[in-house]
């Protein structure tokens, strides 16, 4: 007579599998490289239409901005460090924002494991900020909030603490 | 268009430019903002808010007369915070007041704010006070939320921990869900410019 698992045998069954499911797994750049041949490969499609699906493998693979504030002591002159991260397929992002006056050139970010970063000192305050990836398209940081904006532009803001 | 074209024909000071608006932006544009800020800072208000609007609108592709528009909007909600707040109002506060003004708070509440806070900076109620109008919570929620918070002595972390659990989709997560996010927006063209 076969074994008919019980409840605890599929619970014990099951825990190595889960533990595995729930590892964090990296994307590596050459996920990303891979979308983007896949998409540049598909014919017909000009760079604005090709950001249409790139935008949503963008937010699908989760537009991650994480902004981390860290404090390295009382160093009120040089400001509080505050790391800016993007997930997205691209060639190249940059952060503008009051902060670099709007430069793209500025802060170019690196990438690593996928993600594009830049850790600035910032002093307390209230900055206004984009993510400008592969130079001409702007996007605001989904960790958080979205600024006013009479431009037209996706903005985000920050508050950075005393 | 015809605010525009008034900007750049009005007489301007030959003071001092700002390197980084005589660098960035055209000539005309330029002088135009350069005046505005003149004249913000001859009432007491800083300049580098203004001058990083200027460098944002251009940075963005908008024309002049949105540029300068944009800056006297700015030196204008500046000049009520410092009303508001008072004379020795820190930058970082007006600038947080300028955007809590500009999202729909009343001067009066900046005032208040003030008085409840003592001596401690307000850059950070303000700013979150201005989030949180900018999300679309009610005014009266907003503010008494952060009244109350200011009334307890609550910390600028604990403001903040208030605007992430007010706010939907801010505050530091690994996954944020990405339906909610619109695609990257385009700049605009260059013929959009001066």
């Not at chain 1, 699908?60 to 002591?73: D, E, P, S």
């Not at chain 2, 980084?20 to 004249?39: E, H, K, M, N």
């Not at chain 2, 006070?129 to 604990?158: K, N, Y």
């Not at chain 2, 530091?172 to 619109?182: F, S």
Request: one cysteine or more; hydrophobic letters at 40%; glycine letters at 10%.
């Amino acid at each position: 007579m076969p074994d008919t698992p019980t409840h605890s045998d599929s619970a014990d069954g099951l825990e190595p599998v889960t533990r595995e499911l729930q590892r964090p797994v990296a994307l590596g750049d050459r996920y990303f490289d891979r979308a983007m041949a896949e998409l540049r490969a598909q014919p017909g499609r000009g760079r604005r239409r090709l950001w249409r699906p790139l935008g949503a493998l963008a937010l699908a693979a989760g537009l991650l901005t994480a902004v981390g504030l860290g404090f390295f002591g009382p160093d009120h002159d040089a400001g509080a460090p505050v790391r800016f991260a993007l997930v997205a397929p691209a060639g190249e992002v940059a952060l503008v924002g009051d902060f670099n006056d709007w430069d793209p050139r500025a802060q170019p970010l690196t990438r690593q494991d996928g993600a594009w970063s830049v850790t600035l000192r910032l002093r307390p305050g209230r900055y206004r900020y984009a993510f400008v990836v592969d130079g001409d398209h702007w996007f605001n940081d989904p960790n958080h909030p979205a600024a006013q904006d009479e431009f037209g532009t996706p903005t985000s803001v920050i508050t950075v603490a005393n | 268009m015809a605010l525009g074209v008034a900007c750049l024909l009005t007489p301007v000071r030959l003071g001092a430019q700002d390197p980084r608006l005589a660098v960035r932006l055209p000539g005309g544009v330029a002088r135009s903002v350069q005046a505005t800020i003149d004249s913000a800072t001859a009432d007491g208000l800083p300049a580098d808010p203004l001058v990083q609007k200027a460098l944002e609108g251009w940075s963005k592709g908008a024309d002049s007369t949105r540029i300068v528009t944009a800056v006297r909007a700015l030196a204008g909600s500046l000049q009520s915070a410092r009303q508001a707040l008072g004379a020795a109002a820190p930058t970082a506060d007006l600038v947080a007041g300028a955007a809590a003004l500009r999202a729909g708070a009343q001067p009066a509440l900046l005032t208040t704010l003030r008085n409840l806070r003592g001596t401690d900076p307000l850059a950070v109620p303000l700013s979150v006070l201005a989030d949180l109008l900018t999300a679309g919570i009610g005014p009266e929620r907003a503010w008494s939320s952060v009244r109350e918070m200011a009334s307890r002595g609550a910390s600028d972390a604990a403001f903040l921990r208030l605007r992430d659990e007010l706010v939907p989709g801010t505050g530091d997560r690994p996954l944020p869900p990405a339906v909610e996010r619109p695609p990257g927006s385009p700049l605009p063209t260059s013929r959009d410019r001066p």
